[in-house]
């Protein structure tokens, strides 16, 4: 097979990065599978014409919970429509992987590479491992280049399944390096991230060329996109 797998990361982001987001994906008739760390309205509303699966954090002081049942226990309230699970920072033990499978988890996607090809696999749990290709914020912290060049031309229009995923905030803002979000979260409180306003989304925004434009490429590049559902036939 050869697809582009695009999946969304939400990571808390503000409605109005999401929204964004999903409308451009939707103008390119492009279904995603969407990972969702809280409930969102636009999520909801389009759940008839994108996938949704879960983005449980295990990590301390996750907003989830501060045990594993507690966080699973949160996060399995929230709409999905995906038995899917990609967990927030690819935090995750042989406990709460084996809890999300008693749950009804079929499919995890947690391994992510640098520009690496791998096969989707069957892990020790029975979940079928679906390996990423390319993650936007780990793309910036390699400092890899933001033009398309020809040899990931080539490899995008190879043969593999290449997974990639987008966050929200990264797409919206147009993120030129790793440093540049990492400061914006860090100058701000969780709740003034969530809410962010329009206005302050529009002065944070990057003029030059960013991950925004990469990945805006990179899908035009790409003979066929899919979601993680076309791929696993769940």
């Given at each position: 097979m050869n697809s582009v797998v695009?999946?969304?990361?939400?990571?808390w982001a503000p409605e109005l990065a999401i929204e964004e987001t999903l409308d451009f994906l939707k103008s390119k008739n492009i279904s995603p599978t969407v990972f969702v760390t809280h409930r969102s309205?636009?999520?909801?509303?389009?759940?008839?014409?994108?996938?949704?699966?879960?983005h449980p954090y295990f990590g301390k002081a996750s907003s989830h919970g501060s045990t594993i049942s507690d966080v699973i226990k949160r996060v399995m309230d929230f709409p999905y429509n995906l038995p899917a699970f990609r967990c927030h920072r690819f935090g995750i033990c042989n406990l709460s992987k084996q809890a999300l499978k008693e749950k009804g988890m079929l499919i995890s996607s947690n391994v992510c590479t640098d520009l690496e090809i791998i096969s989707p696999f069957k892990d020790r749990f029975g979940l079928l491992e679906v390996p990423i290709f390319l993650e936007d914020g780990g793309y910036l912290w390699r400092q890899h280049s933001l033009e398309?060049?020809?040899n990931l031309k080539k490899i995008v229009l190879g043969k593999g399944v290449k997974v990639i995923i987008i966050h929200p905030m990264h797409f919206a803002i147009n993120t030129p390096n790793f440093s540049y979000m990492y400061n914006i979260k860090r100058s701000m409180s969780c709740e003034k991230w969530r809410?962010?306003?329009?206005?302050?989304l529009n002065k944070l925004r990057w003029k030059g060329r960013g991950i925004r434009n990469f990945i805006i490429e990179l899908l035009e590049t790409a003979d066929k996109t899919s979601s993680l559902g076309d791929i696993t036939a769940l």
């Open positions: 695009v999946t969304v990361d939400l990571d309205p636009r999520v909801e509303a389009s759940m008839n014409e994108i996938e949704v699966g879960l398309i060049n020809q809410c962010m306003t329009k206005s302050t």
